[in-house]
């Protein structure tokens, strides 16, 4: 359920219907916008008296959430949430660009990678330390000293990191990382994704799953803001499905059918989706045409050395051509790169 307050409704007002709501057991949620003040109810909302809250001087509209998902509902928040990480936005009418290797593998590789993407106008740097695999006998990254080496890129070009956690074992070494990724297999770790809602202040960029709903999807999101941080990132990446041209099927309606139904920006990951170099550009375009909030892309210095993933990581010089189209495209979505 959801509270409409007035825009003329007093803030000490709002304060002392959220704590009367509170002690009556209710779990609430206050999200403030411009031009109103909304109060997420959660709980045995078949007890509350519709007819009273929407009889009170302050309230404009009580409106019942249909959806499993609360937190992460249009309903909840009619703003787009907007995520600033040192500067650097995504979501409303900014786009964001997160790009880098699949896995770190060396000081060179890492700093010279990021000043490429920094030098090209990617505003974040991606790399993966903790690595999951399919095989237990690949290069499963190199964990701790990886974070370390994230960080240096970072000290050397400004740019904000992203990297993706593995367990609930690994938050301490995630205290300077930026943004934290949530894999498309931990999407449904539910412990994990409780962990990094009650105990991480930094934005999670949470992946879909292989074979995840929508609403599933949503509903993991929901796991991260239940547990007070609200500042999730949605990362389309392709699902599994009978199709074998591609790695996996980039669902490009996912993009629109969730800028319906969340104020979450939504990324679009067309690396992992198809596996393939050369389809990255044209899924870039798709997908900004589409209304995604950013794009999360594969480089590496020299893909055919790279240690995982380099049939669709591209190189520098492609990320650069790649980057004209994108600051093409959002000057025609009216979008600020």
Known sequence: MIIVCKPSAPEEKIDALTAELNKQGYET?????????????????????????????????????????????????????????????????NFAVIAGPCSVESEEQVVDCAKAIK???????????????SSPYVFRGLKEKGIELLLLAKKETGLPIVSEIMSVEHLDYFNDIDIIQVGARNMQNFE????????????????????????????????????????????????????????????????????????????????HATGKASLIRPLAKASIAAGCDGLML????????????????????????????????????NKKL
């Open 29 to 93: 949620h206050v999200s403030k916008g411009k031009m109103s003040t909304i109060i997420g109810l959660i709980g045995d909302v078949l007890k509350v008296n519709k007819e009273s809250l929407e009889a009170m001087d302050i309230v404009e509209m009580v409106q019942r959430v249909s959806e499993p998902y609360k937190l992460a509902s249009n309903k909840f928040r009619n703003v787009p949430t907007v995520i600033d990480v040192c500067g650097n936005k995504i979501g409303g009418e």
């Open 192 to 271: 994990l994704l409780s962990e990094l809602g009650q105990h991480t202040k930094q934005p999670i960029l949470l992946k879909r799953g292989l074979a995840n709903t929508i609403e599933e999807w949503l509903m993991s999101a929901e796991y991260i803001m239940s547990g007070g941080n609200p500042n999730v990132i949605l990362c389309e990446r392709g699902i599994r499905t009978f199709e074998t041209a591609t790695r996996n099927t980039l669902d490009i309606s996912a993009v629109p059918v969730l800028a319906a139904a969340t104020h979450l920006p939504i990324v679009v990951d067309p690396s």
């Open 298 to 333: 594969e480089v590496h210095p020299a893909p055919e050395k790279a240690l995982c993933d380099g049939a669709q990581s591209i190189t520098p010089t492609h990320f650069a051509e790649i980057m004209k189209d994108v600051k093409t495209l959002c000057d025609i979505e």
């Open 119 to 133: 030098k090209a106008g990617g505003t974040f740097f991606r790399g993966g330390a903790f690595k999951p695999r």
